[in-house]
Nanobody
Framework: QAQLVESGGGLVQPGGSLNLSCTAP????????VAWFRQAPGKEREGVAC????????SYADSVKGRFAISRDKAKNMVYLQMNSLGAEDPAVYYC???????????????????WGQGTQVTVSS
């Protein structure tokens, strides 16, 4: 089983919203930065958003700035991705991943290591 579990994906109309969740059933996310990635069929995985483990500062891909918001609830061991104004560039499988350095440094969007989930499907269709 995946060490991280994503949920909240589904089918949404263009312009609609979804809220994705990420949790770690077997360990705490408290000290980790957590990033959301997405991968569409035939395309490379791309970073979407990242939230640090200390001051909870955030970073976003240019393509989602102003539309998506990453947040976390450490008491619930949860990380969220609120997705608004969904459009044609957003359908993909969305994954969350931990960063052991606890920070969203420049280059976080190219992360390959760490702990990953199996993903949750987001579909945008009219």
């Amino acid at each position: 089983q995946a060490q991280l579990v994503e949920s909240g994906g589904g089918l949404v109309q263009p312009g609609g919203s979804l809220n994705l969740s990420c949790t770690a059933p077997e360990f705490t996310l408290y000290y980790f930065a957590v990033a959301w990635f997405r991968q569409a069929p035939g395309k490379e995985r791309e970073g979407v958003a990242c939230i640090s483990g200390s001051d909870t500062s955030t970073s976003y891909a240019d393509s989602v700035k102003g539309r998506f918001a990453i947040s976390r609830d450490k008491a619930k061991n949860m990380v969220y991705l609120q997705m608004n104004s969904l459009g044609a560039e957003d359908p993909a499988v969305y994954y969350c991943a931990t960063r052991g350095d606890g920070r969203c440094f420049t280059g976080w969007d190219r992360q390959k290591d760490g702990t990953w989930g199996q993903g949750t499907q987001v579909t945008v269709s009219s």
